[in-house]
């Protein structure tokens, strides 16, 4: 897939915002989106989903790749846009070490990941392999 234009990244990253508002997040506040574009053109969204037994919770993003791959998009991953804060607000919020490790499963290095600025102000693009140097992969298996 070729490099994605501003508009397509502005796309995302507003479907990420929108995908924000269905964030259960009554412990931590924290509310997260995240919007996963394919080739084809079709987004997976997810929000992250918290549990009164804390661990069993999960982040936006895995919510959206899984969405994405239990659809059958293992190989045609695109690129992924996210946004993060307490509440309405929005901080810089990088994807965490699982949800890096969950992504190097269907992703490559070159994945573009695009993390929303602090305050709205324009976006961060960074890739997967930037992220997550030297993932443990299937490879080795
Ligand atoms: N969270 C995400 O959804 N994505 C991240 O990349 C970082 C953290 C969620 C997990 C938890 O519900 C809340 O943010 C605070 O950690």
Not at 8 to 17: S, W
Not at 88 to 98: D, R, W
Not at 106 to 131: V, W
Request: include cysteine; charged fraction near 20%.
């Amino acid at each position: 897939m070729k490099k994605l234009s501003s508009e397509q990244i502005e796309n995302l990253l507003t479907q990420a915002l929108s995908a924000r508002k269905a964030s259960y997040s009554p412990y931590s506040g924290f509310a997260v989106g995240a919007a996963i574009l394919c080739d084809d053109g079709t987004v997976f969204r997810g929000a992250n989903l918290e549990n009164a037994s804390y661990p069993v919770g999960i982040c936006a993003e895995r919510v959206a790749l899984f969405k994405a791959v239990s659809e059958g998009h293992t190989r045609d991953l695109a690129a992924l846009a996210l946004c993060g804060g307490k509440g309405e607000a929005v901080v810089f919020c990088a994807p965490c070490g699982m949800c890096r490790q969950a992504l190097s499963e269907f992703c490559g290095p070159e994945f573009p990941i695009i993390i929303m600025n602090e305050n709205r102000k324009g976006y961060t693009e960074t890739t997967l392999g930037d992220l997550l140097p030297g993932a443990f992969s299937k490879d080795v298996l």
